[in-house]
């Protein structure tokens, strides 16, 4: 799997799915792991250029809660999700 570049920090919308009042907070931390490579030369489809040396992957990590009105944690709170990571693969080159 080639390493992904994340160009803008991850939006990401949840709306509760319940018939009484619920509200969601969301909490998103991204994780960077860096490693060295010599060879293979890596290729950046973004600008065109290639490299080799240190990469960076990124996790995102999403923890979402539910409050009811009353702010205490809400159990069992469904919600429809949409999360936007704007990024690129980086392709290898042999």
Do not use: C
């Amino acid at each position: 799997m080639s390493p992904v570049i994340i160009d803008k920090y991850p939006i990401m919308i949840a709306t509760p799915e319940t018939s009484s009042p619920a509200l969601l907070t969301i909490q998103k931390r991204i994780t960077k792991n860096v490693y060295e490579v010599g060879q293979p030369v890596y290729h950046n489809p973004l600008d065109n250029s290639l490299f080799s040396g240190r990469i960076s992957d990124y996790k995102v990590i999403v923890e979402v809660r539910s409050w009811a009105t009353d702010n205490t944690p809400a159990k069992n709170v469904y919600f429809t999700w949409l999360f936007i990571a704007e990024g690129a693969l980086l392709d290898f080159l042999m």
